[in-house]
Structures are given as structure tokens and as C-alpha cells.
């Protein structure tokens, strides 16, 4: 035919077609999901720093924190309590369970209901947590917050993924990780300004606000086209053409329009989705499922983005200083994100890994050093101003590289390698795993801190080590693949392809698979 796809340079196909205005919009609309569960992160934090708000709902935390500064005791004990943690927490393990529901929801009903529900729900809870007159109420309101994390963590970056052409995938779907970073920053702003409210009742505020980008997203999906991808599955052949074409700005969608319906055609043979996702010729995607998320947990980010304003009260910052550091670090994830949306397309995936992993392992073991040589064992120290600017410039210099690397590509990367067939479920799966892993080192970060003391930024240090090896050898680049295309990357692979027989790539009844075109991906 006229026109048509031609191969790139990372051996998948160039469709016809442009980024439309069309797309960008709703992209832009789609990523405000990322808000929720960014404000959350950043609120809780911040909300439990807050004398106020502990003396109401964890009188015996505050009264450790008051002692430990009456008598120079341990600081890195102060703030260890399993009810303190188990507040921040409830909310990723109900994220977690609330994500296998989703999957269902995605698939059935599409892409922006599932975002809907997600904001509805985030709504509620904002309401009861701002309004809790007890810790029961409390813990259920962050429940609630959570199941709508679960539902909007599993749609967005699959609809990003599914809505954006091959070649901008990259930057359209990191607009999802750049949301999440704006929710913090907002979240860390809004704490500095209510702590300073007289009569105590700022924590109200803070967690009230939450509701704000819930509206927002539950608002926005209303607004927001199904993209082709998912009006195919559901049977809506003619509705998905005309989408098609106005998503690409483009008539001549054919050889795109049919390699979706043979993914989809790929995808009704398949009854139980969370059986097949086992089989062999899925590993790779199942693997890197389930490694990405936990490892981009055992970065150790949400360590410093949850606790900031408290790691650096435990650091000796007063009140205030220790919520603007804490605005420093969400100013410094904002912008050091857009250095991925900007070069994931150009520079891959791989190179923003690699490069990002090498400077957070040098910041870990920097500020690990530089607290251990101050507080040592015992965990009292007076830090002077100058001392403890060097160690938030080093927690800085650690978001950053963070910012640019595994923030972004720990969502872009499952959300673009799954075949139709089993997305939803692989989506899930990782959405899942990064909420238990979250659960697990939110629960335990405070009691590992006051055992471990400054070690625990080393034992972060490893773990990014190991995650930096497993990228070098195990995850092949995934840019300008177009999504349906992604097992030719796995085909391609030193080691996932074995795992994949000729028989099942299926790219399109009319694509061949040449030796040469494996080779160049």
C-alpha cells in the first residue's frame, strides 16, 4: 500500500502519523493519575512530622520524640512505632489487593473507567481522613485512598503506553512519573504552609486537600477517549478505526489498525490470562514484572520521599527546616524528571538505568558515611548547618539520579512490554509487587533505622548494585518498538530467546520476521 510502516532503527515498525493535539491532551489528562498517589506520598510524610497530629493519634510516638530531645537520646529511635507506620502503609497494601480488581475493570469496561473508579474512591478517603476523629477512622480513609492508588497505578500507564506513538512512547508515558513527582511537591508546599497554622489543626488541611487531584483525575477521565487498542478487545472494530485515525492525525492506518487486531485476535484465544502469563513464552515479561517494581522499591526512594521532613527532624533540622528540605528534594525530583522526559526516546531505556543506578549507589554511600561519622552507633549527635547542607545536597544528587532513572522507567518499561493478551494481568502483577514491596519497607524502614542505624543507607546501596547488574545483562531497549511489535525485542535477546519460538511471534498476518531484522533490534 501507499505510505505504510517502515522498519526504525530498533527494528520494530515506523506507523504513519504524528503526535496529534488530540493525543497530547488526553496523555496530559491521563497522567493528572499520577497525582493522587504522588500528593499521598508526600502528605503522609510530612502529616506525621506534625506534633499536632501525633499528640491526637500517636500520643506515645510524640511523647519518645519529646523525650529523645529532652535528653539527647537516640534519634534514630524516636519515630519507631509499628501504629505510626502501619498508617502510612495500609494504603499499599490495599493498592496492592485493589489492582487484581482493576486488571478485571481495565479489560471489561476500558482504560478510563478504571481511572474514574481510582479518583472516586481516592475522594472518599481524602474526606474521611481529613475529617478522622480516631485512628480506626483514620487507617480506614487510607484504605479507601489506597484502592483508588491501586486502580489509577494500573490503568494510566497502560493507556499512556497504548494511546502515544512508538517513537514518543517514552516521553508521553513518563508524564504519568512527572505527575507523581508534582503531587509530592505540592504535598511538601501545602505542609509547610499548614504546619504553621495555629490552634494545631493544619494536619486536617493537608490530608483534606487530597482531594483535589482526585477530582481532578475522576473529572478528567470522563473527558477521555478509549484508546484503539483497548475498543479492539472489546469488539468496537469500527469505533476503533476512526479512533485510530484520529489518535494518529493520519487515513493511512491499515498496517497498524491490523497488527492491533491480530494482537487482539492473538488475545481471545487466551481464557485465563493470569494462568497463560505463567507460560514459558511469556517468562521474560513476567520477570521483569516482577523485578522492576521491587527493585525500584529497593532503590530505597520512598524511604526518603515518605520520611523526608522525619529523617531530617532525626538529623536535627527543627520543624521547619526539615519540611523545606523536604520541599528541596520534591523541587529537585520535578525538574530532574523532565531530563528523562526529554532523552528516554533518544538516549533508551538502558542508558537512563545504567547511568542513574551509578549515582545513586555513589550518593547512598556518601550519606550513609556522612551520618554514620556524625551520629555513629549511638544515634546522638548536634550536626552543625554547614554538615548538614553537605548531607541534603547528597540526598538531592541521590532523587536526581533517581528522578531521571527509576522513578520513570520503573512504570514505562512493564507498561510497554506486555503483548494484549495478557496486559492487564502483567500490569497488575507489577503494580502488585511495587505496592507490596513499598508495604514491606514502609513497615519496616523506621524499626530498621533505629536497629541498623546508618547501615541502612548502605544495605539501599546493594540492593541498587544488584538491580544495576540485572539491567546490564537482562533488559534489552525498548525504544521506538511500537507495543505490539515487543516480542521481536525478546525474540531478539541473548537469553530470553530461548524461552520464545517462531511460532509464537505473531506481529500481523502480513509482517515478516527476517534474521536481519531480528539483528537490528
Not at 172 to 187: C, D, E, H, R, S
Not at 384 to 409: D, E, M, R, T
Not at 455 to 463: E, H, R, V
Request: hydrophobic residues 50%; charged residues 15%.
Amino acid at each position: 500500500m501507499a505510505g505504510g510502516a517502515v522498519l526504525n532503527a530498533g527494528g520494530g515498525k515506523d506507523y504513519p502519523g504524528k503526535l496529534t493535539m488530540f493525543v497530547l491532551l488526553a496523555c496530559i489528562v491521563a497522567a493528572t493519575g499520577g497525582l493522587i498517589f504522588g500528593y499521598d506520598i508526600g502528605i503522609s510524610g510530612g502529616v506525621t512530622s506534625m506534633n499536632p497530629f501525633l499528640q491526637k493519634f500517636f500520643p506515645s510516638v510524640y511523647h519518645k520524640e519529646q523525650e529523645a530531645e529532652k535528653n539527647q537520646s537516640n534519634q534514630y529511635c524516636k519515630f519507631d512505632s509499628q501504629l505510626l507506620t502501619m498508617f502510612t502503609s495500609s494504603l499499599y497494601l490495599a493498592a496492592l489487593v485493589a489492582s487484581f480488581f482493576a486488571a478485571t475493570v481495565t479489560r471489561v469496561a476500558g482504560r478510563k473507567w478504571s481511572m474514574f473508579g481510582g479518583g472516586v474512591t481516592f475522594l472518599v478517603g481524602a474526606a474521611l481522613t481529613g475529617a478522622a476523629p480516631n485512628v480506626l477512622t483514620l487507617i480506614f480513609g487510607r484504605v479507601l485512598l489506597g484502592v483508588g492508588v491501586g486502580f489509577a497505578n494500573q490503568s494510566v500507564p497502560v493507556y499512556l503506553s497504548e494511546m502515544a506513538p512508538a517513537r514518543l512512547r517514552g516521553m508521553l508515558n513518563i508524564g504519568f512519573q512527572l505527575m507523581i513527582t508534582v503531587g509530592i511537591l505540592a504535598a511538601n508546599l501545602i505542609n509547610y504552609g499548614t504546619a504553621k497554622i495555629r490552634g494545631g489543626w493544619g494536619w486536617r488541611v493537608s490530608l483534606s486537600l487530597a482531594a483535589v487531584p482526585a477530582a481532578i483525575i475522576a473529572v478528567g477521565a470522563l473527558f477521555l477517549p478509549d484508546t484503539p487498542n483497548s475498543l479492539i478487545d472489546r469488539g468496537h472494530t469500527a469505533h476503533a478505526k476512526r479512533m485510530l485515525r484520529r489518535v494518529r492525525g493520519t487515513d493511512d492506518v491499515e498496517e497498524e489498525y491490523n497488527d492491533l487486531v491480530a494482537a487482539s485476535d492473538e488475545s481471545k484465544t487466551v481464557a485465563h490470562p493470569w494462568r497463560n502469563i505463567l507460560q514459558r513464552k511469556y517468562r521474560p515479561q513476567l520477570v521483569m514484572a516482577v523485578a522492576i517494581p521491587a527493585f525500584q522499591q529497593l532503590t530505597g526512594i520512598n524511604v526518603i520521599m515518605f520520611y523526608a521532613p522525619v529523617l531530617f527532624k532525626t538529623l536535627g533540622f527543627a520543624d521547619d527546616a526539615s519540611l523545606m528540605s523536604a520541599v528541596i528534594t520534591g523541587l529537585v525530583n520535578v525538574f530532574a524528571t523532565f531530563v528523562s522526559v526529554f532523552t528516554v526516546d533518544r538516549l533508551g531505556r538502558r542508558k537512563l538505568f545504567l547511568q542513574g543506578g551509578a549515582q545513586m549507589l555513589a550518593c547512598q554511600v556518601v550519606v550513609g558515611a556522612l551520618i554514620g561519622a556524625k551520629f555513629g552507633f549511638t544515634g546522638v549527635a548536634e550536626i552543625p548547618k554547614l554538615y548538614a547542607a553537605v548531607v541534603v545536597f547528597f540526598i538531592c544528587a541521590y532523587v536526581a539520579g533517581f528522578a531521571w532513572s527509576w522513578g520513570p522507567l520503573g512504570w514505562l518499561v512493564p507498561s510497554e512490554i506486555f503483548p494484549l493478551e495478557i496486559r492487564s494481568a502483567g500490569q497488575s502483577i507489577n503494580v502488585s509487587v511495587n505496592m507490596l514491596c513499598t508495604f514491606i519497607i514502609a513497615q519496616a524502614f523506621l524499626p530498621m533505622l533505629c536497629k541498623f542505624k546508618f547501615i541502612l543507607f548502605f544495605f539501599f546501596g546493594a540492593w541498587v548494585v544488584v538491580m544495576t547488574v540485572f539491567i546490564a545483562l537482562f533488559l534489552p531497549e525498548t525504544k521506538n518498538v511500537p507495543i505490539e511489535e515487543m516480542v521481536l525485542v525478546w525474540k531478539a535477546h541473548w537469553y530470553w530467546g530461548r524461552f520464545i519460538r517462531d511460532e509464537d511471534v505473531h506481529v500481523g498476518a502480513d509482517v515478516e520476521m527476517p534474521a536481519a531484522k531480528l539483528a537490528n533490534i
